[in-house]
């Protein structure tokens, strides 16, 4: 590994054997990867891509079927226990004991990595988190915000190379995840690098200096937010129509002026312009002159889950099937 570099993973696969009978299924195919010391990636996917498979490789909780991997300078398949003495975990499901209060429960985190101090450390992480006043009351009173924080808290009390977060805000409110988000940006801010799964686009807007999108076990994008949706174009015209009317709209539209390109959206089609704005009058000429009646005609800037609608035609958030999907083809 390159100092650069905090994870590098090369061809990394996950297979299952099948039971029964039944074929193995690959979870994680051939995926490349690598996260630069100190940024905050972001790893994102539907439910099922293969996000917390990833994970639980790096981990060292999965073994790894092919290919390889480095987290923190060390070998994931050669040397699993240093890999643990220098990362920080905390996965979608927050285990605590409900019956120790916050502070019981970190310094015997402490105890547990031998750290030097375990009171003054314990004290320093409930600044950190924003649970001072709290430290001092039974985890079962903690609000699911509040648990979080706690969980967040036990993975860095031996102050890791690289922390991985496994959907972090998955079931909270919008107040609690900003909460959350705050913290991820402070504990990155002490030099901690941050390996993110999220199924939530703005979370990852927020957070993350780099991403990679997931589908199906494979990256299908990777780069920086920015630059994934400026290779879609300036704007997303999305044109409400029947499943019927498609291919008839797809011809139509492909002579409007400065396209990028056209794909399956649960409402219709996504057309993607130069200027959306100005496009929208030859949008609706385009399908009148071919009989077709448009439905809701919106226009917004790109998103990342514009960048995974032109990967795989479908949409990480929502869930609704495009048309394609529909019909049993991508």
């Known amino acids: 590994m390159s100092d650069e570099h905090a994870i590098e993973v090369s061809a990394l696969s996950k297979?299952?054997?099948?039971?029964?009978?039944?074929?193995?299924?690959?979870?994680?195919?051939?995926?490349?990867?690598?996260?630069?010391?100190?940024?905050?990636?972001?790893?994102?996917?539907?439910?099922?891509?293969?996000?917390?498979?990833?994970?639980?490789?790096?981990?060292?909780?999965?073994?790894?079927?092919?290919?390889?991997?480095?987290?923190?300078?060390?070998?994931?398949?050669?040397?699993?226990?240093?890999?643990?003495?220098?990362?920080?975990?905390?996965?979608?499901?927050?285990?605590?004991?409900?019956?120790?209060?916050?502070?019981?429960?970190?310094?015997?985190?402490?105890?547990?990595?031998?750290?030097?101090?375990?009171?003054?450390?314990?004290?320093e992480l409930l600044e950190l988190v924003g649970l001072t006043e709290a430290g001092d009351r039974l985890v079962r009173a903690y609000s699911g915000g509040m648990k979080r924080r706690l969980d967040l808290a036990t993975a860095l009390v031996h102050a890791p190379e690289v922390l991985?977060?496994?959907?972090?805000?998955?079931?909270?409110?919008?107040?609690?995840?900003?909460?959350?988000?705050?913290?991820?940006?402070?504990?990155?801010?002490?030099?901690?690098?941050?390996?993110?799964?999220?199924?939530?686009?703005?979370?990852?807007?927020?957070?993350?200096?780099?991403v990679a999108i997931i589908d199906e076990g494979t990256i299908v994008a990777q780069g920086t937010p920015d630059s994934l949706k400026s290779e879609l174009g300036s704007d997303v015209v999305t044109v409400g129509l029947d499943a019927d009317h498609h291919e008839a709209a797809r011809s139509a539209l492909a002579r409007v002026p400065n396209l990028g390109h056209i794909t399956d959206a649960a409402e219709g089609l996504a057309v993607y312009v130069d200027d959306g704005a100005a496009a929208v009058p030859d949008i609706v000429q385009l399908l009148s002159g071919a009989g077709i009646r448009p439905g809701a005609i919106t226009l917004s800037r790109p998103s990342l889950d514009d960048v995974f609608l032109a990967a795989t035609g479908r949409r990480i958030e929502g869930g609704a099937p495009t048309p394609a999907e529909t019909a049993g083809a991508r």
């Open 15 to 123: 297979r299952y054997r099948g039971s029964r009978g039944q074929p193995d299924v690959e979870a994680v195919r051939g995926i490349d990867l690598h996260v630069a010391t100190g940024e905050v990636f972001g790893f994102l996917g539907p439910n099922g891509a293969g996000k917390t498979t990833t994970v639980r490789m790096l981990c060292t909780l999965l073994p790894i079927s092919d290919g390889r991997a480095t987290v923190a300078g060390v070998d994931v398949r050669r040397d699993p226990a240093e890999v643990r003495r220098r990362i920080g975990v905390a996965l979608q499901e927050v285990g605590l004991d409900t019956t120790q209060t916050g502070r019981e429960l970190l310094e015997l985190q402490c105890g547990l990595y031998k750290v030097p101090d375990p009171a003054a450390r314990t004290t």
């Open 164 to 210: 991985f977060l496994d959907e972090p805000t998955t079931g909270l409110d919008p107040a609690s995840r900003v909460t959350i988000w705050d913290e991820v940006r402070r504990i990155n801010a002490s030099g901690t690098t941050v390996f993110l799964t999220t199924q939530y686009l703005e979370e990852a807007d927020q957070l993350c200096e780099r």
